[in-house]
């Protein structure tokens, strides 16, 4: 097993770890959300978010078993759900205003329509939802992977190298007289 790390860097390495994590995992999003787009099969999503989870969880796992702090695995968590949510907000917005917008313009004049109201105003509405929406989901992703990657730290945490402290002589106890 690799020797447990204390020094004072024990943030650093587990941002670090948790934001190449979470760089990956939101590449892999952005892959099986393009894949959705073009194949319509809809089960993309459900692989998006089973890499998501499984990276989460295994960057606090490792990051607690190296360090053999829970408190490092949430670090590690939080960053990597920090960072795939951000690259999913960005994607999203992407998307809202490239290929969400061509198909749903024929969507809001029917609706616009039907609503007796300006296609305008209902596609300003539209907008602002699906923004607050990704805000929310980017919090979604933080608060969720700093509760999971401490939730990988308990058992990573078990799985860390003891070490135990010197022993400079015999150690003098009360009924060792």
């Not at 650093?12 to 393009?34: D, P, T, W």
Request: glycine share 14%; hydrophobic share 55%.
């Amino acid at each position: 097993m690799e020797p447990v790390v204390n020094q004072p860097g024990t943030g650093k390495f587990a941002f670090r770890q948790g934001a190449i994590y979470g760089v990956g995992i939101g590449v892999i999003g952005v892959i099986c959300s393009l894949l959705d787009t073009f194949t319509h099969l809809g089960f993309f999503g459900i692989i998006s978010w089973v890499v998501w989870l499984v990276g989460i969880c295994a960057v606090g796992f490792l990051v607690a078993r190296q360090t053999g702090k829970v408190s490092a695995a949430t670090i590690a968590g939080l960053a990597a759900g920090l960072i795939s949510g951000l690259i999913a907000l960005i994607w999203g917005l992407i998307s809202l205003f490239t290929v969400g917008a061509a198909t749903m313009q024929d969507t809001i004049n029917k609706a616009a329509a039907q609503a007796h109201t300006s296609a305008a105003n209902l596609q300003s509405a539209m907008v602002a939802a699906a923004i607050i929406g990704l805000v929310l989901y980017l919090a979604v992703q933080v608060g969720l992977g700093a509760g999971i990657g401490a939730l990988a730290g308990l058992v990573g945490r078990s799985q860390a190298a003891k070490t135990t402290a010197p022993v400079d002589g015999p150690v003098n106890t009360p009924y060792n007289q």
